[in-house]
């Protein structure tokens, strides 16, 4: 594989996943982890990734206020505006960390009463000026990687907690492997969220379906509802309507 192609791979993998591992990357793109370590030092001098111990970040997700960096911005906006026709005057609702949830957060209406509790200090701050929100901030160790709470104490928190819907984002959604993610600690913390509630809803853009991390949140029975962009009887949402999970 020719360099220009290795870099397109790893910005598609950065835009879907938010971070990378270069152990990971190596395996995927059958090179040495040497050659994907110059690849990530020659992307993030080009200002396209943010280079880490390991692997790399994306720069969309790390710098949310710039509307022009966030990947697919379009089809999060419309996952959002479906996400929010769930909600009901009164309810308590938890929610994850990522764009499509800081959307999510945008588009909630000023006259519906809710209780918020989130693990993303952004979509905390997204939502402190919502009129009739009482916003809750779950506290804990502050992941680097994702920007949002993690650890024991977030954990500790969250089983406290009994919420109407959870929002999570997600890595990975597959019929048949169920939800995933790559961060042993973010999914400590959302198995915890899926437990506070009484649903648990996926918000996800198309192209993540039928996508594998390497660590189990659940399995797809435990999904409520998995909300993607794509119309109502899109081809690629079949095996998740037989499931009638898809929206």
Not at 5 to 19: A, C, F, G, V
Not at 35 to 61: P, Q
Not at 121 to 142: F, K, M, R, S, T
């Amino acid at each position: 594989m020719l360099k220009k192609e290795r870099h397109s791979y790893i910005i598609k993998q950065l835009n879907l996943h938010n971070k990378v591992l270069s152990s990971d990357l190596s395996s995927q793109l059958g090179v040495s982890e040497d050659t994907v370590r110059r690849d990530l030092i020659e992307l993030a001098d080009e200002g396209k990734l943010l280079k880490v111990h390991g692997g790399a970040l994306s720069k969309s997700f790390h710098f949310t206020n710039q509307a022009n960096d966030v990947y697919a911005l379009a089809p999060k906006k419309e996952i959002a505006r479906k996400a929010v026709r769930m909600l009901v005057d009164g309810m308590t609702i938890l929610t994850g960390g990522g764009t499509t949830m800081l959307e999510f957060a945008k588009l909630i209406p000023d006259h519906i009463a809710l209780t918020i509790f989130t693990i993303s200090p952004l979509v905390a701050l997204e939502l402190n000026e919502h009129p009739n929100a009482n916003v809750i901030l779950i506290g804990g160790q502050l992941s680097k990687n994702s920007q949002v709470s993690i650890g024991a104490q977030a954990i500790s928190n969250l089983h406290d907690i009994h919420v109407d819907i959870c929002f999570l984002g997600t890595n990975g959604v597959c019929a048949q492997n169920g939800i995933t993610d790559s961060d042993w600690e973010v999914v400590q913390v959302k198995k915890a969220m899926i437990r506070a509630a009484k649903r648990a809803v996926i918000l996800s853009i198309s192209e993540k379906l039928d996508s594998v991390q390497s660590m189990k949140v659940c399995g797809i029975n435990q999904i409520s509802a998995v909300i993607t962009e794509l119309p109502e009887g899109d081809e690629a949402l079949e095996k998740y309507s037989q499931l009638s999970l898809a929206n």
